[in-house]
C-alpha cells in the first residue's frame, strides 16, 4: 500500500479503496454558509413553536403603571391634549369645559399623585393611585388592558377612557353663553336638556374649584357667581346645581320698591277700614293682630285687647314705617315679591276728629314682579286666586325677552297672543 502525497489517503495497488464496499461512492459536506442557514432556521423554528406552545410574556416596554402615571401628569401639568384623550365620552356631558384657559384660573387643582398599587392579570392591569390637591385626598383606580400588533411586537397598554367629576346645572331660560373661570361658553355646546322646564347642562370639570355664572344676564338682571367644586375624584360623580338664577340688579329692586310703594300708597288713601283688594284692613272686633315687637324705641304692641277693636266708622290710615322687601327668583324674568310693613287706622267722628286709640296692623303684600316683553319691570298683586305665565321670544331672533303674566286662570285662548297684549 502506497500513500498518496497530496491527498494523504492510502492507495490499494489493484485500484481497490481501502475504505470497504461503499468506498466508491464520493463523501458529501457541506459548505460553512449551509451549516449556518440551517442553524438559523432550526432556531427560528423553535422560536415558533415556543410561541404557538407558550403564553405571551408582558414586555417591560408596555408598563401599565408608567401609562397611568404619564396621564395623571398632564392633569397635574395641565396638558389637556393628553387628557382629552383619556377622558371618557359621555353621552349626557359635554367636555367643552375641557380646555386650557379654564384649567388655568382654576383654584384646588390636583397638585399630586402617588401610585399605590399594581395589579397585573390576563391582559388587564389596575392602577391605584391616591390623588391630593393640598386639602383633600382621595383614592382613585385606573383600569388598562393590553394588546400587540403580532406575536413579535411588543405589548402596548390601553388607558380605559376616564370618569371625571360632572356638574347638572340649572340654567335659566333665554340665556345663551355661561363664563366658566371668566372664559365663554355657548349653551348649545353643552349637552342641553330640553325636555326640562327649566333648561339643564352637564358639563365635565377636572378636579378643581371653578366660577360659572351667566355671560349676558340683560337689563335689570344680575347674574350669581356659583362655585362649582370638583374633589379630586377620577370616577362616577355628579352634583346638581340650581343657584344659576338671574337676580333683579340694584335698579331693579329700585322699580320693584317704587312700585310696590306707589300701591300701598294708594292703599292708604281709603277711608275706610276695611280695604279692597290691598293686603291689610281692619275687620271684626278682635280680628286685628298686634304687630311684632319693636325696638325699644318703637311703640311696641298694644297693651290690651281693647285696642284691638275695629273701629266704627270713618277714618285715616298712616304708614308707620317703609315696608321691608324682600325678592327672591322664581324663574326666569320672574321673581317674588314679599313687602312687610306695620299700618295705623284712627277712626274719626263726624267733624274728622280723630279717636284717642287708633288699630295698628301688619302688612303682608304678596306680588311678583316680572320683566314684559318690552324689556320693562311690571308688579301683579297675588291676591287673586291665581296666575299663570308664558315666555315670549324676538320674532326675528327667536331669544326669550320676556314673559306675560296672566292672573285669571283660563284667560288665555289659541285666539289670544299674551306676548302680543301685554308688550
Known sequence: MTRDVASGDSVDPSGASAGGPHADRPRQRLSPRTRRVLAIGLALALVVALTMGLPRLISTTGDPEQVATDFLQAIVDGDMEQVRAHVEDAPDASDAALTAEILESATGRLEYFTVDDVDVSAGTATVTVTLGNGDRTSTARLDLTSRSDSAFAPVRWDLAPVHLPEFLIDVPVGVQEVLINGEPVSVTDLVSMESSYSPQVALQ????????????????????????????????????????????????????????????????????????????????????????????????EPEDEETLRAPDGPGTWTLREPPEIDVHPMGSFLWSVSATAVAEFTATDAEGVGEESAERVRIDAESIAYIGPDGQIRL??????????????????????????????????????PCAAGS
Open 205 to 300: 370639570l377636572l378636579p378643581g374649584t371653578y366660577e360659572i355664572t351667566v355671560a349676558d344676564p340683560g337689563p335689570w338682571q344680575e347674574a350669581p357667581r356659583v362655585a362649582l367644586e370638583a374633589p379630586p375624584v377620577l370616577g362616577t360623580w355628579r352634583k346638581p346645581i340650581h343657584d344659576l338664577q338671574l337676580d333683579l340688579d340694584e335698579a331693579g329692586r329700585q322699580q320693584v320698591q317704587e312700585r310696590m310703594g306707589a300701591e300701598l300708597e294708594e292703599c292708604l288713601r281709603s277711608t275706610s277700614s276695611l280695604v279692597e283688594d290691598c293686603p291689610f284692613a281692619v275687620s271684626e272686633p278682635g280680628d286685628g293682630e298686634p304687630p311684632p315687637p319693636e325696638s325699644p324705641e318703637g311703640p311696641g
Open 380 to 417: 301683579e298683586s297675588m291676591s287673586s286666586s291665581g296666575f299663570g305665565y308664558t315666555y315670549c321670544t324676538d320674532s326675528e331672533t327667536g331669544i326669550v325677552n320676556g314673559i306675560a303674566v296672566s292672573t285669571m286662570a283660563g284667560e288665555w285662548n289659541e285666539d289670544t297672543d
